[in-house]
């Protein structure tokens, strides 16, 4: 069975004051704008950029924290933000210091299947208390680079502690795609550009290129099928893509439709097309052989 997120808690973050939610294989987010849909979603992707690239990263891309506490958060309040799969739970503190996000975080790791609290640091320490799976005892340790997230020094001082590992595989294979943030322009106009990957790139700027690609190998990878058979439940209309080489270096695709004889330049097709299909793309290439959420 595949780790997944199970309870997700965000506290003070941009405009979420205070929300719980358990979640499901799937789970749809719907509701007017501003009501925190996309906070939501980057409450673990912050998690997420932590682990990956790095606290100084994470707060920069989100202006240093600049704006980012909730309005009506306490004096000296912090941002918490709290994860739970079946077997552990992991809860990060984001304290601020002169308005802008304290690169020493706060954290607490802690096992649900031993009942025992595997890490804990206080915002602005560098500092924590870990346990020691050898002994079974906790001890304090000076972390030598306090600025990175202690789960990392954690993973490396002491692997033994399977669930641990298996948390942090589930937020470095988590992907977050922003429909706003895709390159509808580039691809209606200009194409792909060829390359070998069947992954897609932040931007979908090579979504042409990937399908191509997934289309070429269907006598023994069934993703572009999949794709495609979503794509004609929701779009009725839609029948298959046609996918060619445009010049040495670039991919394009027309979309062909029931009871149209000419293909459809994708300059020509409406937005919820695309990020139907970039979405699509994105669940089941990468999703492939890994274990995480969408």
């Given amino acids: 069975m595949s780790t997944s997120i199970k309870n997700l808690t965000v506290k003070n973050f941009r405009s979420l004051s205070d929300v719980s939610v358990e979640l499901g294989p799937v789970n749809v987010i719907f509701g007017p704008n501003g009501t925190g849909k996309s906070s939501l979603l980057d409450s673990i992707w912050f998690i997420r950029d932590c682990a990956v690239r790095g606290v100084e990263s994470a707060s920069a891309k989100r202006s240093h924290g600049i704006g980012v506490l909730h309005d009506m958060a306490e004096e000296g309040g912090c941002i918490e933000i709290s994860v739970s799969t079946n077997r552990i739970s992991y809860a990060l503190k984001v304290g601020f210091a002169s308005g802008r996000i304290d690169p020493l975080l706060g954290e607490r790791l802690f096992s649900i299947e031993r009942n025992k609290t595997l890490i804990e640091r206080s915002v602005g320490s560098d500092k924590i208390k870990c346990l020691n799976s050898g002994t079974g005892t906790e001890q304090e340790v000076s972390l030598r680079e306090p600025q990175k997230l202690s789960l990392e020094w954690f993973l490396n001082f002491d692997p033994r502690f ?40 932040d931007r979908a700027d090579n979504l042409w290129s990937v399908l191509r690609n997934l289309q070429g190998m269907k006598a023994r990878d069934s993703r572009y099928d999949t794709i495609m058979s979503y794509m004609r439940k929701a779009h009725p209309r839609f029948k298959d893509l046609v996918i060619e080489t445009t010049g040495p270096v670039s991919v394009y695709a027309s979309f062909v439709e029931m009871e149209r004889s000419q293909e459809i330049r994708a300059s020509g097709v409406s937005d919820g097309h695309l990020q139907m299909l970039i979405l699509l793309t994105a669940l089941f290439v990468d999703a492939k052989g890994k274990e995480g959420i969408l």
């Fill in 162 to 201: 399977e669930e641990a590992q298996e948390f942090d595989r589930l937020f470095r294979f988590t992907h977050f795609y922003d429909s706003r943030s895709f390159n509808f322009f580039k691809l209606r106009q200009y194409g792909s550009e060829a390359g070998h990957e069947t992954w897609l790139w």
